[in-house]
């Protein structure tokens, strides 16, 4: 603010005493010209006072004639010689100012300064976002819906435009900045004692690079997670200690393997990290048996790479195999029929078209359809533009790496708990994950449900300390009753209990809450809402775990305590 | 040597002058406070706040903040002048007189001021 203040003011310097000499001169002859009054007679000259008058309303070009009383003609041949004097200066000084307001250097200035104040002044902790592409958008909706802060960089002022007419919830700070300038984090808050991690998502992997090297030489303790778009960026990431490093080429192929091993598996994880009230996506099911890959860039080397893993057999069609380093596959583009009949598409299950371009990969899915219309069609776009076309031809699976990448990032953000839930998933068949699938489709009424972590200690869950001080043995069942109504439940699943080191997997409604645990849960927003009640209100918690309202103050509360040893006697 | 620290220095010994100029004399008396140097003592004063403006220093902040002070001062004094002479028509008593002089005195202890910050500056500058 104040830099803005002073830059303005410095350059004001020169119209400010062009104004004030044309006004000293105005005036000076104004006092010293001989003037006329009602007789015609010579009169003395005007007063400063008079003299200030008139040259006020001749400078702003008001012009309000002759006043106090008529001029002699010494005295209008010297207003000609201010009218032309000041309404200059006055025009000029008025129109550089003007122009100086929308200088864009000195808007920079100011757009900085305004988004500088308003990160300092959040007062949750914050996610600092750079680049608010596809998944930066993506991810922020999500995050928003969570109501979790964020404050964004990006390049383009486009996107960032795009950003502030965008429906949020939260006023998220976004500024047009490059993010690979360490500076412009620490504007955007990198050095701020709430920020809680730093996210790159740009489409640059140098700029990603420098986003987490300079997360992890100023704040080592803040998690720096990072897109990464090939595999020697990961591992230049990773080598420094980037937390998280997420390319979406192998995270798809990872998925689609989880989806083709246990279908289950797949979609809880597409149901717990998705945006909350986006309804819940159907179950994916990719059948075993031989698939076709078209493509083997980045992208097939991935696919192929997860799909052999699960056991699946794989004819990969290239059409410059020495150039990508596939050997023994079909040569071609994968577009007509002869190359895709040659790899036997005919008798395969599935087809990955997987190629860089996407009016190719749509060519080569329609062809295969044609000749085998049960076939499982994976198709990669590349560009958000051509959504309309991926819909028309509805493919069993996108592969779109913006979705990918949010998803991913969301399931890391969410809660620490979250990811571990997806380790401990992994031990159980795919019967068990098709259990709670239908439980929490049971509870939550095809929406994408909110997912939510509690501890145990400190102001938030007030209430269940003092119980647990009275004495009172609080289960977990209480957590998840109605505090309007204890006979009802909630629409809520407790997902997962941390004590300590040890996790339980759907911890049962009976087990007995000790302080310090740590539970996460999933359901509607509502359930969330009156969760909080029983959190921190004594009353509404005792309720919960008696049926009955508890004495309130804390005499009353000793006295009943006391009323009870008496009766134990 | 430097014209911009010339032009500087000028305006603001130049505004301390005009200004004890103009109170210089018996407090009460019209006849020794005359009307054109309270004007250019103004203009001046004016031109000097000006120079001032964007400076980042600590000791320009302050250098501004009194030349802020001796504006309003003089700007004061002139407006109980014109209140005097021309509004009320009480005509330019001892008593007005006396505190449209009263008043620039003060703006003269802030002008005072700059000039000091000024030769301060000066001795600090090493250069």
């Known amino acids: 603010m104040h830099n803005t203040l002073f830059l303005i003011l410095r350059r004001m310097r020169t119209p400010l005493i062009f104004l004030i000499l044309s006004y000293t001169i105005a005036l000076l002859g104004m006092t010293l010209i001989p003037g006329v009054d009602a007789q015609g007679r010579p009169a003395p000259p005007m007063d400063f ?13 008001i012009g309000f004639g002759e006043v106090p009383g008529a001029f002699s003609e010494a005295q209008r041949a010297w207003t000609t010689v201010v009218i032309y004097l000041t309404v200059i200066a006055w025009l000029y000084s008025i129109g550089f100012i003007l122009n100086l307001l929308q200088d864009p250097s000195l808007l920079r200035v100011a757009r900085g300064n305004r988004f500088a104040a308003k990160v300092s002044r959040l007062r949750q902790p914050f996610y600092l976002i750079a680049g608010c592409g596809e998944t930066g958008s993506l991810l922020m909706h999500a995050l928003d819906s969570r109501n ?121 994880y597409e149901w717990l990290t998705g945006v909350p009230g986006d309804p819940l996506t159907d179950p994916l099911e990719p059948p075993v048996g031989k698939w076709v890959v078209c493509g083997y860039g980045r992208f097939g080397k991935a696919i192929t790479h997860h799909l052999k893993q699960v056991g699946i057999e794989l004819v990969v069609v290239e059409a410059t195999p020495e150039k990508t ?51 499982f069609t994976v198709l990669r776009q590349n560009r958000h533009a051509n959504t309309s076309l991926f819909q ?13 990448l949010a998803h991913e990032f969301l399931s890391l953000l969410t809660t620490p708990l979250l990811s571990r839930f997806f380790n401990l998933i992994r031990a159980h068949d795919d019967a068990w994950a098709d259990v709670l699938i239908s439980r929490i489709a049971a509870v939550l009424e095809n929406s994408v449900p909110e997912v939510w972590d509690i501890k145990l200690s400190g102001g938030q869950t007030e209430a269940i300390r003092e119980a647990m001080h009275d004495g009172t043995p609080v289960v977990l069942q209480a957590l998840i009753r109605n505090p309007t109504d204890r006979d009802a439940e909630l629409a809520c699943i407790p997902l997962l209990l941390k004590r300590g080191e040890t996790e339980t997997l759907m911890p049962e409604p ?53 009323g009870k040893k008496r009766a134990a006697f | 040597m430097n014209l911009e620290k010339v032009v500087f220095g000028f305006f603001i010994i130049l505004a301390m002058t005009l200004n004890f100029g103009f109170v210089f004399g018996d407090i009460n008396n019209p006849a020794h406070h005359h009307v054109y140097e309270l004007f250019f003592a103004i203009v001046v004063n004016l031109i000097a706040t000006v120079l001032k403006f964007g400076e980042r220093t600590q000791i320009g902040a302050i250098h501004l903040a009194s030349s802020l002070v001796a504006d309003l001062g003089l700007l004061a004094a002139a407006w109980v002048w014109a209140s005097a002479v021309y509004i009320e028509g009480t005509g330019l008593t001892p008593d007005v007189t006396a505190s449209i002089v009263s008043l620039s005195v003060g703006a003269l202890a802030a002008n005072i001021l700059s000039v000091v910050m000024l030769l301060v500056e000066t001795v600090m500058f090493r250069r």
């Open chain 1, 49 to 61: 006072f008079h003299a200030f008058y008139v040259v006020s309303y001749t400078a702003t070009t």
């Open chain 1, 148 to 268: 979790q802060q964020a404050v964004v960089l990006d390049i383009d002022p486009d996107r960032v435009g795009t950003l502030e007419l965008g429906q949020y919830q939260l006023d998220i700070p976004a500024l047009t900045a490059d993010a690979s300038l360490p500076e412009n984090l620490l504007i955007a808050g990198l050095d701020h004692p709430l920020c809680a991690g730093a996210i790159a998502l740009t489409n640059d992997d140098r700029a990603n690079l420098s986003v987490a090297v300079t997360t992890k030489l100023l704040r080592p303790e803040l998690p720096a997670l990072c897109r990464a778009d090939s595999l020697e960026t990961a591992t230049n990431m990773a080598s420094f200690g980037t937390d998280e490093v997420i390319i979406a080429f192998e995270v798809f192929g990872e998925h689609l393997a989880l989806a083709v091993k246990s279908p289950g598996h797949h979609l809880l």
């Open chain 1, 325 to 375: 380093g596939c050997d023994n596959c079909i040569v071609g583009s994968g577009t007509e029929a002869r190359t895709l009949l040659e790899a036997g598409i005919d008798q395969a299950v599935g087809i990955v078209a997987g190629t860089d371009d996407d009016i190719n990969n749509l060519s080569i899915a329609m062809t295969a359809r044609e000749i085998n219309p049960e076939l």
């Open chain 1, 392 to 404: 028309r031809f509805q493919p069993s699976v996108t592969m779109q790496p913006s979705g990918i």
């Open chain 1, 510 to 562: 009976t087990t007995l809450l000790q302080e310090g645990d740590r539970l996460l849960f999933c359901g509607k927003r509502q359930a969330r809402n009156l969760q909080v009640l029983g959190l921190y209100n004594f009353n509404v918690l005792s309720y919960l775990l008696t049926g009955k309202d508890a004495p309130g103050g804390k005499v009353w509360r000793l006295l009943e305590r006391l």
